[in-house]
């Protein structure tokens, strides 16, 4: 963070949830409720596994550690969030705001690199069942695991030097917010294309999330294929909430501005591009295994 010809900043100011001041106690007590209720059943999971010699698995064993990934993945936002809840503040500082965004990255991308070993645990015990406990030895999970954080620690590292290298102010003017061009509509059917584009997006969200409850309630479709449709499913859900809902808040606000918070969608539109292909792929290689 250079110093030289530049303005200082210190602090960012959150936007926060609309909440009325007298509402405030009532919302505090809500989020907090729900952060120590992941937390706790977390921590019971874990506890649970190390307690039960017959948890002591491959497939426990990455549980726990998506478990313990889940309680720092919430615990990067939600304390700082009751924090400013209870004093009545939306600021949060420069180095917080970067530190924020390094530990969110590491923790998301460890979550979907643990999804990834159990999913590879899977596929040995239902491909290769009797070189199972040869191949899922236990050198291998912990190299797994470790594997899983030094790209998850990249990675995240990686694209928080890209973040801060975007928000340097040496001799630049500062820009808060971008305008979107949209599409040519005019004000007065406005209201039409809100109502198609919502009716659009909720008919695909509804639409995927029948494929998913279909394959985890009908036991036939427990096979490997399935496993990795749903999970492409549930891609193409945060695939297109990514952008639909502030395209329909725009509309519906009659706006066209986005802050610098565009970066974040940018970011997740990427991911989610990225996992879909990698799904994709998985796929493809599950009908190869099946047919040779």
Request: net charge negative; glycine share 4%.
């Amino acid at each position: 963070m250079r110093r030289e010809n530049q303005s200082s900043v210190s602090e960012f100011l959150l936007l926060g949830l609309p909440i009325q001041p007298e509402e405030q106690g009532m919302y505090y007590t809500l989020f907090l409720v729900m952060y120590l209720t992941t937390v706790l059943g977390n921590l019971l999971i874990i506890l649970l596994i190390r307690l039960d010699s017959r948890l002591h698995t491959p497939m426990y064993f990455f549980l726990s550690h998506l478990a313990l990934t889940d309680i720092c993945f919430s615990s990067v936002t939600a304390p700082k969030m009751l924090m400013n809840m209870l004093m009545q503040t939306q600021s949060i500082s420069y180095a917080g705001c970067i530190s924020q965004e390094y530990f969110f990255l590491l923790f998301a991308d460890l979550d979907s690199f643990l999804l990834t070993s159990m999913a590879y645990d899977r596929y040995v015990a239902i491909c290769h069942p009797l070189h199972y406990s040869r191949i899922m030895s236990q050198k291998l999970c912990f190299l797994l695991v470790v594997v899983s954080w030094v790209l998850s620690s990249s990675n995240a590292l990686l694209h928080t030097l890209l973040l801060t290298h975007l928000m340097r102010r040496d001799n630049q003017t500062s820009v808060s917010e971008f305008l979107l061009l949209g599409l040519p509509i005019q004000p007065e059917e406005q209201g039409v294309y809100y109502a198609l584009f919502l009716v659009m997006y909720l008919t695909m969200v509804l639409g995927n999330l029948l494929i998913i409850l279909l394959i985890r309630l009908d036991s036939r479709l427990h096979t490997p294929m399935y496993f990795f449709l749903s999970h492409l499913v549930l891609t193409d859900i945060c695939f297109s909430s990514v952008t639909a809902p502030k395209m329909l808040m725009n509309m519906l606000m009659q706006t066209q501005s986005i802050s610098n918070g565009c970066i974040c969608p940018d970011l997740f539109f990427l991911l989610f591009g990225y996992a879909e292909s990698f799904f994709l792929t998985s796929v493809a290689y599950e009908r190869y295994m099946a047919r040779y």
